[in-house]
């Protein structure tokens, strides 16, 4: 088989840039080591930027999230008891929308069908080869035959766990990594949200985040030990924990019920440079990974499809390579402003074991500072309605 562009992994990295090239006019195959089913069982964040959604408007995927999707001008700092709302929308003129990753991914797998655009699924023993060549190749398996994709470039969009970045030789990678002593315990519920803006809470016992899917559908995360069991946390314990972790206000309001998924997830920043090697381009959490503190990852997945796919088409219709000698520069720099944010707000507002009473304190005056000063809440709200592309 021979196409301009084989895209390593149907995650929204790999199946939005997809649908960008395939605007562009530029074919594309997607190989996904999983079932579609599988990559859509995945719980996972579940707010865009709005240039997020401009790109899902771009590709055509945007409608259902257009109406489904619930659009959100501030969001709320709990410490001390007390609630503070920080206003996006005055200060940034932009908004952000609560759509889950799910149903973005179902999207733009609808467009992607729709177009006729070949997916492999449950493609096995992935292999990019020959990438610091002109003639780069993508090899794997199924049904027990092993095939081979000739191509112009690979896109490695197949997450932290990939074969793409695990390809390069050692010496052309500088990664770099923080990972953080704690996790996140989240559960889905079909209950009202406990109220209409999201709540990130720093408290003696733990942060806490309350966020929704829907107005019927939340989602509920607290910081938890990392060698914790989800059998550890019976739906009692956990509703029992948010509650002392939220304001008595919301406490009081907070509607529990049933877990409909409940699952513990480890707090990481990692950062690979560079994203380009010769002909292989890595995107999304291929390259680097955020904690959620902040909802960046998929963004960044999003604003790295978006470089690469113009990328992409300077080369082929303007004949020029200053795209794809500039991605890597120009990808990183947004990248390295999401993991400074990131990590900011997973700092502000965790119990970290070595903080001590000094650490906890100087949190409470930066919390105390960003919600009374006009500048400093603004600098937060024009990180999280996210960076211009
Ligand atoms: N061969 C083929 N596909 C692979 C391989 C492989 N060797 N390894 C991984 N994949 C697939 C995975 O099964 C997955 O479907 O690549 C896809 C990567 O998707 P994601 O992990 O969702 O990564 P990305 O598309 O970059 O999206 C980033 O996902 O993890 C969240 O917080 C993150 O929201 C962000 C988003
Ligand atoms: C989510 O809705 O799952 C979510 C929202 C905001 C975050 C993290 C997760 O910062």
Redesign the pocket.
């Known amino acids: 088989m021979r196409t301009k562009v084989a895209i390593?992994?149907?995650?929204?990295?790999?199946?939005l840039l997809g649908q960008l090239l395939y605007s562009y006019g530029i074919d594309n195959v997607i190989?996904?080591?999983?079932t579609g089913e599988?990559?859509l069982a995945?719980i996972?964040?579940g707010l865009l930027e709005e240039g997020t959604v401009t790109l899902l408007d771009e590709v055509g995927a945007g409608q259902r999230a257009h109406h489904d999707g619930l659009i959100h001008q501030g969001i709320e700092l709990a410490f001390g008891g007390e609630r503070h709302r920080i206003d996006l929308h005055g200060p940034t003129g932009k908004t952000v929308m609560i759509y889950g990753?799910t149903e973005l991914t179902l999207d733009l797998m609808n467009a992607r069908r729709a177009a006729g655009l070949t997916t492999i699924y449950e493609?096995d023993h992935?292999r990019p080869t020959d990438f610091e060549t002109d003639h780069p190749r993508v090899s794997y398996l199924k049904d027990g035959v092993t095939h081979e994709i000739d191509c112009d470039f690979i896109a490695g969009?197949?997450?932290?766990?990939?074969?793409s970045r695990a390809s390069v030789k050692p010496e052309a990678i500088k990664t770099f990594e923080r990972v953080y002593p704690f996790g996140w315990l989240g559960i889905l519920s079909d209950t009202p949200p406990v109220s209409p803006e999201l709540i990130y809470s720093n408290h003696d016992r733990g942060f806490a985040l309350c966020t929704m899917r829907s107005t019927k559908r939340s989602r509920y995360y607290v910081q938890c030990p990392l060698d914790d069991h989800i059998d550890q946390w019976p739906d009692g314990r956990f509703w029992d924990e948010l509650k002392r972790r939220i304001d008595q206000k919301a406490a009081d309001t907070l509607v529990t019920g049933p877990s409909i998924e409940k699952s513990i997830a480890p707090l990481r920043s990692f950062v690979a440079e560079p994203m380009r090697f010769g002909r292989m381009f890595l995107?999304?959490?291929?390259a680097h990974?955020?904690p959620?503190t902040g909802a960046k990852?998929?963004n960044?997945?999003a604003s790295d499809a978006h470089y690469l796919a113009q990328a992409f088409r300077e080369y082929y219709d303007e004949r020029s390579s200053a795209g794809i000698d500039a991605y890597s520069a120009k990808a990183l720099s947004r990248v390295w402003k999401a993991v400074r944010f990131s990590w900011w707000m997973t700092s502000m507002l965790h119990k970290f074991p070595d903080n001590g009473p000094f650490g906890a304190r100087i949190q409470l005056a930066e919390l105390d500072y960003v919600v009374n000063s006009k500048v400093a809440a603004a600098s937060l709200a024009e990180n999280y309605v996210g960076l211009p592309f």
């Open positions: 390593i992994g149907a995650g929204p990295a790999g199946l190989l996904e080591r999983h599988y990559v995945r996972r964040a990753q493609a992935v969009c197949d997450g932290f766990h990939g074969v995107a999304g959490d291929a990974i955020v959620p990852g998929l960044l997945a």
